[in-house]
């Protein structure tokens, strides 16, 4: 059974940095596209950014010049590098994967809250 377990998630002061992990296990697969959605209280989950096995990005305006999202292909893990956090980053951070080129997204993990204080 695929699992993908984040961590690096807590509260931080607005400014602040904080990098999130996220690591697949229990497939005999590469994932092609990871990346990481986010869900604040009240509104819909949206997506932040993802990463393709080749290197290649995208992102949510918001996110862009403030967090990176990056990759270990060998292990199977992602990661969020978000610095100058803002109060509105606040939400409950959920990664992604999936096995195709474009599309949705198969494989979800259980979520980590990021809090950020004003």
């Known amino acids: 059974q695929v699992q993908l377990v984040e961590s690096g998630g807590g509260l931080v002061q607005a400014g602040g940095s904080l990098r999130l992990s996220c690591a697949a296990s229990?497939?005999?697969?590469?994932?092609?596209?990871m990346g990481w959605f986010r869900q604040a209280p009240g509104k819909e989950r949206e997506f932040v950014a993802y990463?393709?096995?080749?290197?290649?990005?995208n992102y949510i305006d918001a996110a862009k010049g403030r967090f990176t999202v990056s990759r270990d292909n060998a292990k199977n893990t992602v990661y969020l590098q978000m610095n100058s956090l803002k109060p509105e980053d606040t939400a409950v951070y959920y990664c992604?994967?999936?096995?195709?080129?474009?599309?949705?997204?198969?494989?979800w993990g259980q979520g980590t809250q990021v809090t950020v204080s004003s």
């Open positions: 990463i393709t096995t080749r290197g290649g990005t």
């Open positions: 229990g497939s005999d697969f590469t994932f092609y596209r």
């Open positions: 992604t994967g999936d096995r195709r080129i474009a599309g949705g997204w198969a494989y």
